[in-house]
């Protein structure tokens, strides 16, 4: 079974800096997709930003950007300069090229930008 | 376009009661995918429906039951609840082609007294 591990329960950034945050995945898959949401307060799970395991170029959005290691498994994402607006939870989450729209999430990790 | 909704938003039942959740996808998109949301198992996948049929089915128990209509709306029931039920209901909703990007509703959250 396909597992996601995100290490860092909690982070914290000052507004205007970076901050990466970590995620680790395990499959026997060659095919698959990764996915960064973001869950503020609201509830509402946002899709912040995907990569397509075939890509090498990691995947970028704006402030966004990721940093895609298939053979070590790691997919991380880097916030640049930080905004008030990014603290959430922030999600990583996988899915198989053959699964249909099943998502396996991580445990989350709850990001503060301080002012 | 109107996003994903789901109704209600918040919901208390007691123990041993049903309760049916509803979700309405985004218009064209015909694969509905419900998820659990608790602090203590974080996010887990239920139950996934495309074109009416269920496609996925997640580790839960048989309490646990779908369905979708020919507009693709979803329902989603819970029989005989359990305090062990309370949590947030996620539905998600996407072309059903697996590229597509998921798109969540704001969920319903159910407190099971």
């Known amino acids: 079974a396909q597992t996601v591990t995100q290490s860092q329960p909690e982070m914290s950034v000052q507004e205007a800096e970076t901050v990466t945050l970590s995620c680790t995945y395990d499959t026997s898959e060659s095919d698959y997709y990764l996915f960064w949401y973001k869950q503020p307060p609201s509830r509402q799970m946002i899709l912040v930003i995907r990569?397509?395991?075939?890509?090498?170029q990691n995947a970028t959005e704006n402030r966004f950007s990721v940093n895609f290691q298939k053979a070590a498994k790691s997919f991380s994402l880097k916030i640049s300069d930080s905004q008030l607006g990014d603290a959430a939870m922030y999600f990583c989450a996988y899915r198989r090229e053959t699964s249909g729209s099943r998502l396996t999430f991580g445990e989350g990790t709850q990001l503060t930008v301080n002012p | 376009k109107a996003g994903v909704t789901q109704t209600p938003r918040y919901l208390i039942k007691t123990r041993g009661q049903q309760v049916t959740l509803s979700c309405s996808p985004i218009s064209g998109h015909r694969s509905v995918s419900w998820y659990q949301q608790t602090p203590g198992q974080g996010l887990q996948f239920l139950f996934e429906?495309?074109?009416?049929?269920?496609?996925n089915k997640g580790n839960f128990p048989g309490r646990f039951s779908g369905r979708q209509f020919s507009n693709s709306r979803s329902e989603m029931n819970v029989s005989t609840l359990e305090l062990g039920d309370s949590a947030l209901y996620l539905c998600a909703s996407s072309l059903g082609v697996a590229k597509n990007i998921q798109y969540f509703g704001a969920g319903t959250r159910l407190s099971v007294l």
């Open positions: 990569q397509e395991a075939y890509k090498q």
């Open positions: 429906y495309f074109s009416e049929t269920q496609r």
